[in-house]
């Protein structure tokens, strides 16, 4: 238990210390993805290993043990290449790791300094040994992201070692709550979940209200499909989202907070237990913290699976035992938020900006990316991308820097066509917008936005009609119900966008889809409905065509929709024979005997009959 | 005058009031702005979006949830809005049922209205309207789940007002329903019958349970006498479906139209009220006596009984064992002609949908035929009264029939909240002068207030006395008794916010109109020569008559949970 | 066929959170982790106990995706239906199980109570798309054949206990 200042300092000064004694140290990612991939039992297999070898191991850090530290690291980022490992003090990364390689890693690399070649990551033939020399890593920035993968996201003096916590210690000791206020105000962070609120400015209000109880919220319910910074942050580094919360508890004078985690993030809630109750046991969370006045405690909320209580007053209403329904406004959330106080409530990425801004000073933040949105933005890109993964760039980075640059391109090499950024809500950005800078302003202003920070990345053979149908049968699925255009909007659209790439569209499709998308983008209740139609107006006005063609021609250019496929016969391997005509409930088939058969293509109905009947494999199906 | 300063809606200046909403102060300027999910005793719900209005910057409120300041320009039926407005009600008429000839809703339907004003003559996307699925388990109301759409008004009813919670949303999104816990009828369902959900519910999905076609049969059999009796709230709630003000008295037309029905004896309901008030006293004066700590509840309104057999079975003991006026009536009724030739048939005319249910217990039957075989609600007599094509307002107004045809003022205010614990002071009181009377309706029994409170000396004892209408002001103030903040001899407890004026048979009326209806039943007190109920003469005949050694038999009665059908 | 409910644990449960009807969604997480999913028979018990009405326990329930009031099979396969996932054909895994088991979007349990296959949102797994899960234990880069290979073996393994 930490009584005061002096003595976090001094433990900070001890970590930091045996920090730099620890000279050899393995760290395993234990990130969702790599966990999935086996890290644990790469893990298992280096303690096993290690004591056969009579190599000393350190599980614990400051433990009594002193030998090569063994550690579950945060995210790589990298996880196509999963399981992923650091070794220090080289910086070696390790990719694709078995247990099976444990042995060769602790003889050669631990005990003989060598890099084992055929593990590492090679782009182009190219060896790279070290983060750096990796292309995915060149361009990025990791602020938020810094320790992920660098240091034990169990450990809370690892994070002391860090440097972990001096932020909150210069707001609690040496600012006071409009200091803080001012701090992150000129700073202009502006909220990551989605809307690009300005934080300072919500802090600010809500510091401002006279109720003797105020919450802080952490929205941790990163529902947008494709999209994981958060869960990586809460998992890989979980303590810097905590001082995050803690100083916006100083700043607002709360003493209360919820961590709102989905429930599709167990390790992502362990980690943030086990961060919480280290915090508890050093007395830098509870009553008196560090010998002061202020209190403040933390608990968490599991989500139970809906999307919608991403939103802030359904996430508020599902803390509070009910529905997650998002409800009218005003009151704001700022005034009347969770148990109807003031309440400060920002996702998991606004919070982990902020120990950098109060250590290093508004005037650091605002030097990454442009001034109107500045610091940097995580993003995961998925889709048909050569590198998979989670990424950290400046904001305003642009389009064509992340996709090639950083993402490596396209997965085998094929043509770009869009990309869905901001999931459900957001909107698919396309070749002309290669030298759009992504910040909040810039997108907006091309109807598109951040959203929490998800690029799905489409290629040639991806329809783009299909991924509007992707995206609102997630919305109409997630819908909360509550207001009449999200609801049966919603639901009318998504029928109409079924019956398109089934070949049943009608003419006057496409403006009966954006009549409504109009009317529900300006009638929902929340922000969520609002904009719920935006992949389809986005794909209607960059891909008007590719409606078309399902509507007016059957066909899907991108040859993806299976009820689009059509049959024809090869003449080349058509006997003649007249079978398939025979078999053809619906009269399709016509032809002279022993001429190539015809399929009349309006008329078939793609049952497959003739498919099979045909004993010369010349009925094929296809585009 | 307000200083709040003005605001500009459609291009006029309006002084900005204590409304909470832009709704309400758009409304009080005279536009009729569309709305399915308001109602402005229930909280802000904002889910149809139909009140959404253009603000200066050219930006959308919803007009429910806003509050208006001063400076604020908005406009209300913009082209862009229109259009808004007609896809939401295509959007709704696209899942709604579309047979509005054959709807119990038909021409009050909230839906329908609006479909009427903004021109819907199509609607462009597949019907998916399921057929009507009525629920009729409950005797009280028919819920139909598929005319419904989602506006919630039922639900915070239900659970804000009454703090009953039989029904509440299931499922999310397009799946989203109304129902009880794991959709069981609602008849089995803690479910009390009050009927406030039915108020709200701007279509069908909701409505009064129906029996006029089994009545008009019984006035068809020549074999059968029909006697009715007429609640005392519905003679201000009738008259405004026939061109009357709201809350004028009508019942001299009633009982005109309803011997033109057919039916044989016409009575007041007034009159047992009376007997009602005699026995209500006689009990408080005892208990008074015997220092029974916790108080005496009354027992007039069903739905309340029902409620607390259900959630504080062991308040039961408190609850007043007199009948409620409707059932004293009847067995007087079916104690008179007991020996007439004919089948006697007893039809009772009340605010109330709970009463169809009361109508139903096996405290209230003789030889296990109820007493009272049919209630109508006030919603079902108009409906006879348009089948039966009379003019209403050419009526001649006729007088009740006899033996029973005098009533106090008493008797007659028991329809409004405070009403009872009115009369049953002028019963008690010791002060037997009119200045006496003025003084009882002041101090503080009168006016639409959830909860009131009063203090009266009956002899040497302050009397403790709260008066409470809506149900989930009962659970407060019972909440507050067993936790000790609070201690009354006797509490008065009407389930309907209002009481039985705003019961949820009557023709539906926004809250802010319930009083007209009260100061309807007050002037009508008012216009009578007799005020309290022990003066009434009829009073003396029947205890001194048909009552005599008969009294407890037929006034009182003992709540059985048993005594319940299997369900409302 | 009812579950057997051991009433002084559920009041364990809500005791740990103080009867608050607040703390109702962690409540039922609790009971669903002790029985796979919320038996009927708890509704009247914790109505009473946490003063909720059952129709507004029921409506929360419903609302949230993860309850279950259904019993579920003792192996529950989770097909993430996320974008990446999408994007990387990952309806076909969860056809080929659906088929293999007889089960579909309303079916989802097997008679004999031995499988549950349902589809959950992004686990942000996203890089090693498409992926399962099989009772939590996320399987990246799946397809339909190595599901069906995972899921004969699982077959195998009940067979033999």
Redesign the interface.
């Known amino acids: 238990m930490l009584k005061n200042k002096q003595e976090l300092r001094d433990l900070r000064e001890r970590c930091q210390r045996a920090a730099q004694d620890e000279v050899k140290k393995i760290l395993v990612c234990a990130g969702?993805?790599c966990?999935?991939?086996g890290s644990l039992e790469v893990y298992e297999r280096f303690q096993i290993e290690m004591q056969e070898k009579g190599i000393p191991c350190s599980v614990e850090f400051m433990s009594d043990v002193h030998g090569v530290g063994l550690k579950k690291s945060g995210c790589h980022g990298?996880?196509?290449m999963?399981v992923m490992l650091r070794i220090e003090p080289e910086g070696y990364i390790y990719t694709k790791v078995k247990p099976e390689d444990c042995a060769e890693i602790l003889t050669e690399t631990i005990q003989q300094g060598r890099h084992v070649e055929r593990l590492a990551y090679t782009k182009n033939g190219l060896v790279c040994k070290t983060q750096d020399e990796i292309p995915f890593y060149k361009k990025q920035k990791r602020v938020v992201l810094e320790h992920c993968g660098r240091i034990d996201a169990t450990s809370l003096l690892e994070y002391l070692s860090v440097g972990g916590y001096t932020a909150f210690e210069k707001a609690l000791f040496d600012m006071d709550k409009e200091g803080i206020v001012r701090e992150i105000s000129e700073s202009n962070l502006r909220g990551r979940g989605g809307g690009g609120f300005k934080t300072g400015q919500k802090w600010s209000q809500v510091s401002r209200q006279k109720e003797n109880k105020k919450y802080v919220v952490c929205n941790g319910d990163?529902?947008?499909?494709?999209?994981?910074m958060d869960?990586?942050i809460m998992e890989g580094d979980p303590h810097r989202m905590l001082e995050g919360m803690m100083i916006a508890g100083l700043a607002c004078g709360s003493d209360e907070a919820y961590i709102y985690v989905?429930?599709?993030?167990?390790l992502a809630v362990s980690r943030l237990k086990t961060a919480i109750s280290q915090a508890e046991k050093y007395g830098i969370l509870g009553d008196h913290i560090l010998g002061s006045d202020f209190n403040f405690h933390i608990h968490i909320?599991?989500?139970?699976?809906?999307?919608v209580c991403g939103e802030g007053s359904a996430l508020t209403a599902?803390?509070?035992?009910?529905?997650?329904?998002p409800r009218v406004k005003p009151p704001r959330t700022v005034e009347h938020g969770l148990?109807n106080k003031p309440t400060v409530l920002n996702n998991v990425e606004t919070f982990a900006n902020v120990p950098v801004i109060i250590d290093k000073g508004a005037s650091y933040f605002l030097g990454i990316g442009p001034g109107n949105s500045p610091g940097t933005k995580a993003f995961?890109i998925?889709?048909?991308i050569a590198n998979?993964?989670?990424i950290e760039v400046p904001m305003g980075t642009t389009l064509q820097e992340v996709i090639f640059e950083v993402g490596g391109g396209l997965k085998g090499g094929s043509k770009f066509k869009a990309v869905?950024i901001g999931?459900p809500s957001g909107a698919c950005l396309t070749e002309e917008h290669f030298n759009l800078p992504l910040d909040f302003d810039s997108l907006k202003k091309v109807g598109a936005m951040i959203g929490s920070g998800?690029l799905?990345v489409?290629d040639e053979n991806?329809c783009m009609v299909e991924i509007a149908r992707?995206?609102m049968s997630f919305t109409q699925k997630e819908s909360?119900g509550k207001c009449v255009p999200c609801r049966e909007g919603t639901k009318r659209m998504l029928k109409i966008l079924e019956r398109i790439v089934a070949g049943d569209g009608r003419d006057g499709d496409i403006d009966l889809l954006l009549d409504l998308a109009g009317t529900i983008t300006a009638t929902a209740l929340c922000g969520l409905g609002k904009t719920a139609p935006s992949p389809v107006i986005s794909t209607i006005r960059s891909f008007r065509h590719e409606y078309e063609a399902h509507i007016y021609e059957k066909r899907c250019p991108a040859h993806s929709c299976e009820k689009l496929k059509r049959l024809s016969i090869n003449p080349e391997t058509c006997k003649g024979c007249s079978k398939c005509s025979k078999v053809c409930p619906v009269e399709a088939i016509s032809g002279k005997v022993k001429t190539p058969f015809e399929i009349n293509s309006e008329k078939c109905i793609r049952c497959g009959a003739c498919v099979e009947a045909c004993k010369f494999d010349a009925v094929t199906e296809g585009w | 005058m307000s200083n709040n300063g003005t605001m500009v809606i459609d291009g006029l200046t309006v002084e900005i009031g204590d409304e909470k909403n832009l709704l309400e102060l758009i409304r009080k300027a005279g536009t009729e702005l569309p709305t399915l999910c308001y109602a402005s005793e229930l909280s802000i719900h904002g889910a149809c979006r139909m009140c959404m209005v253009e603000n200066e910057r050219g930006g959308l409120d919803a007009a429910c949830s806003e509050p208006p300041r001063a400076g604020m320009e908005i406009r209300t039926n913009t082209e862009r809005l229109r259009k808004y407005r007609k896809n939401i009600l295509e959007l709704l008429l696209a899942n709604h049922c579309r047979d509005c000839t054959t709807c119990g809703n038909s021409g009050h339907c909230k839906l329908q209205d609006l479909a009427i004003r903004f021109n819907i003559d199509r609607v462009r996307f597949v019907n998916m309207a399921l057929d009507p699925k009525p629920d009729n388990s409950s005797l009280c109301i028919t819920k139909d789940e598929n005319k419904c759409i989602l506006c919630g008004n039922c639900v915070r009813m239900c659970?804000e007002i009454q703090d009953?919670?039989?029904?509440?949303?299931?499922?999310?999104g397009s799946k989203m329903k109304v129902?009880?816990?794991?959709n069981i009828p609602i008849g089995e369902?803690?479910c009390i019958g009050c009927g406030q959900c039915a108020t709200v519910c701007p279509t069908g999905a909701i409505v009064v349970r129906d029996n006029t076609e089994a009545v008009w049969r019984e006035l068809g059999d020549k074999n059968a006498e029909v006697t009715v009796q007429i609640a005392p709230a519905v003679r201000v709630a009738l008259g405004k479906e026939f061109g009357l003000k709201e809350g004028e008295n009508s019942m001299g037309l009633i009982v005109s139209a309803l011997r033109r029905m057919g039916f044989h004896k016409i009575f007041d309901t007034s009159t047992a009220a009376d007997l009602t008030v005699l026995e209500e006293s006689r009990e408080l004066q005892n208990r008074l006596k015997e220092k029974h700590d916790f108080p005496l509840f009354t027992s007039c309104c069903p739905a309340w009984v029902n409620h607390c057999e259900k959630r504080y079975p062991e308040l039961m003991a408190n609850v007043s064992t007199c009948r409620s006026p409707m059932q004293m009536f009847a067995s007087v009724i079916k104690e008179q002609y007991c020996n007439s030739s004919k089948r006697q048939v007893h039809v009772a005319i009340m605010p109330c949908t709970a009463k169809k249910f009361e109508a139903a217990r096996n405290e209230f039957k003789t030889d296990e035929r109820p007493n009272v075989n049919y209630v109508l609600t006030t919603q079902e007599v108009i409906r006879m009264i348009k089948g039966s094509g009379l003019i209403f307002s050419n009526l001649e107004p006729e007088a009740v029939d006899s033996p029973f045809g005098l009533m106090t003022g008493s008797g007659v205010i028991f329809g409004v909240t405070g009403g009872v614990t009115e009369a049953v002071l002028r019963d008690i009181s010791s002060d037997r002068s009119n200045s006496g009377l003025n003084k009882i309706a002041f101090i503080g029994v009168r006016g639409m207030t959830g909860v009131k409170e009063a203090q009266v000396t009956v002899g040497e004892r302050e009397v403790k006395i709260a008066v409470v209408s809506g149900l989930g002001n009962a659970d407060r103030v019972i909440e507050a008794l067993k936790s000790g903040c609070k201690k009354y001899d006797f509490v008065e407890i009407m389930a309907c916010p209002g009481g039985c004026v705003c019961g949820a048979g009557q023709p539906y009326i926004p809250a802010e109109l319930k009083i007209d209806r009260a100061k309807g039943l007050y002037s009508v007190d008012k216009l009578t020569s007799i005020k309290r109920s022990g003066e009434n003469p009829l009073v003396d005949l029947l205890y001194n008559g048909l009552l005599k050694n008969k009294s407890h038999q037929l006034l009182h009665v003992s709540y059985t949970s048993a005594g319940k059908e299997s369900h409302i | 066929m009812d579950t057997y409910i051991d009433y002084q644990k559920v009041d364990g449960i809500i005791e740990a959170h103080h009867g608050?009807?607040?703390?109702?969604?962690?409540i039922?997480?609790e009971i669903q982790e002790q029985y796979r999913y919320i038996p009927?028979q708890v509704?009247p018990h914790l109505s009473r106990r946490i003063g909720?009405?059952?129709?507004?326990?029921?409506?929360?329930t419903?609302?949230?995706?993860?309850?279950s009031l259904e019993q579920k099979g003792k192996i529950v396969f989770k097909v993430c239906?996320?974008?990446?996932c999408?994007?990387r054909k990952s309806l076909p895994i969860l056809e080929r199980l659906r088929k293999e088991l007889s089960l579909s979007e309303e079916k989802i349990t097997t008679d004999d109570l031995e499988f549950t296959v349902e589809t959950?949102?992004?686990?942000?797994?996203?890089?090693?798309?498409p992926?399962l899960t099989i009772n939590?234990?996320?399987?990246?880069a799946m397809t339909p054949d190595k599901a069906s290979e995972l899921l004969k073996s699982l077959k195998e393994e009940v067979r033999s206990c």
């Open positions: 969702t993805g966990v999935a991939s990298l996880c196509e999963s990163e529902g947008d499909p494709g999209a994981f869960c990586s989905r429930a599709e993030y167990p909320n599991k989500g139970a699976g809906a999307f599902s803390i509070e035992g009910k529905r997650g329904m148990f995961s998925t889709g048909t998979t993964g989670l869905q999931g998800g799905v489409a991806t992707f995206f909360c | 659970s009953v919670g039989a029904i509440d949303f299931a499922f999310r129902t009880t816990a794991f369902s803690n | 608050q009807p607040s703390a109702i969604i962690a039922l997480q009927r509704f909720l009405s059952e129709a507004s326990l029921y409506s929360v419903t609302f949230y995706e993860n309850f239906d996320g974008t990446a999408h994007v959950v949102a992004c686990l942000g797994a996203c890089g090693l798309s992926v939590g234990k996320v399987y990246p």
